[in-house]
């Protein structure tokens, strides 16, 4: 990330974020290498992504922002839908898609690039306990014997998997089965944003999200590994787009501005 920022400066004189007004050659190969921009969207986070009611498309930020990106290099863009985020990270090595949006998180470093983040929320993962649950916060929820469901390869999963001491993870293979697991009464909570929690909690009588939370959320872009020229070219990219107004313009669209806020410039 700091030789990002270190880049970034080629483009933003002065302290104003500005994007290049094209990409090299080499950065727009490394971008798109088939010549049409492929942006991955997981269609089971709202804060990523949704489908069209009327369609059936992917729609909200990524695609929003992706289009952008797209046509700031002078590329076709072509949208290409997940539904868990398992299936977007095994994509990551094998050349499926060219960018996509996930939680910025360490343990997917290793097969991704983050660009600086674009949305930002404090406080914002946490959990849901079914009905007649006593938990109110996190203390109560990390005892030994407790088990908290949460979808595999998803960052509630893998932070929950770093900072408990007692309970455990049970991990699902998509938001629907995580849920089931604790409806079912196969683990005391599951795992997600409280943009997520809140819908599911509508569907469950009695059910509750705690009162705090586990961790906060930093949505990124990424690319996959080794494109360095096309990574300075999205990362100004992202900086002027929130500098801009065009992130802030992606999440009021979505409907999502009263859970994330555009993030600080990094």
């Known amino acids: 990330m700091k030789k990002l920022i270190a880049a970034l400066s080629l483009f933003l004189p002065l ?28 269609t089971s986070n709202p804060l990523i992504g949704s489908k069209d009611p009327n369609t059936g498309e ?42 996509a949006v996930v939680a910025i998180d360490p343990e997917r470093r290793n097969v991704l690039d983050f660009m600086p983040a674009h949305m930002a929320a404090d406080g914002f993962l946490t959990v849901l306990v079914p009905p007649g649950s006593a938990a109110r916060s996190m203390a109560d929820i990390d005892r030994p014997g407790m088990r908290v469901a ?13 900072t408990l001491k007692h309970a455990v993870v049970v991990a699902a293979e ?11 009464g196969k683990a005391e909570g599951y795992a997600q944003n409280r943009f997520m ?8 009588p009695g059910s509750r ?3 705090d939370a586990f961790a906060g959320l ?45 993030a600080p410039r990094e």
């Open 209 to 211: 999200v705690l009162d």
């Open 58 to 99: 992917p729609a909200g930020t990524t695609v929003a922002l992706g289009r952008r990106l797209a046509d700031r290099a002078g590329l076709p863009a072509k949208m290409i839908e997940y539904a868990a985020i398992g299936g977007l990270m095994k994509d990551a090595t094998t050349g499926a898609w060219d960018v």
């Open 15 to 42: 302290g104003c974020a500005q994007a290049p007004q094209k990409p090299s050659p080499e950065a727009r190969t490394q971008l798109a290498p088939t010549g049409v921009l492929r942006v991955a969207v997981l």
């Open 174 to 184: 998509n938001e629907n089965a995580a849920f089931d697991l604790m409806k079912d």
């Open 218 to 262: 930093r949505l990124s872009f990424a690319l996959p590994k080794n494109r360095p020229a096309a990574a300075q070219f999205v990362a100004a990219f992202i900086e002027e787009a929130k500098a801009s107004g065009a992130v802030q313009s992606a999440i009021d669209a979505a409907g999502v501005g009263g859970d994330v806020k555009v």
């Open 150 to 162: 949460a979808v595999r390869a998803a960052a509630p999963a893998m932070i929950l998997q770093r």
């Open 197 to 204: 929690l809140r819908g599911r909690a509508a569907t469950l």
